[in-house]
């Protein structure tokens, strides 16, 4: 079972910038893909940012140009990294990863506010 817990959510400044933690429980060399999603209370859960095996990202229209996917392979974490935060970033964040199935943590809040 690989296990998934998010990290580094909290209240920021709109304009402000967030980097957001995931460590998984296994290897994630192995991994067919990986991402993020959110979710806002109302609202459906909206992909963020995803990366393959071989390292190629793409994000939603909303989040390009100023969101960030990464990886270090040696810790098993997987990272976000959002500039120019906007109160309607404010959501649930959570990371997944794709193996035989896909697995999700728990999420950590974000808020965006002055």
């Known amino acids: 079972q690989v296990q998934l817990v998010e990290s580094g959510g909290g209240l920021v400044q709109p304009g402000g910038s967030l980097r957001l933690t995931c460590a998984v429980s296994?290897?994630?060399?192995?991994?067919?893909?990986m991402g993020w999603s959110r979710q806002a209370p109302g609202k459906q859960r909206e992909w963020v940012a995803r990366m393959t095996a071989s390292n190629i990202t793409t994000y939603p229209t909303s989040m390009k140009g100023r969101t960030t996917i990464s990886r270090d392979n040696s810790k098993n974490l997987i990272y976000l990294e959002i500039n120019n935060l906007r109160p309607e970033d404010s959501a649930v964040y959570f990371c997944?990863?794709?193996?035989?199935?896909?697995?999700w943590g728990q999420g950590t809040q974000v808020t965006v506010s002055s």
């Open positions: 296994g290897s994630i060399s192995r991994v067919s893909a």
């Open positions: 997944y990863v794709q193996l035989t199935g896909t697995y």
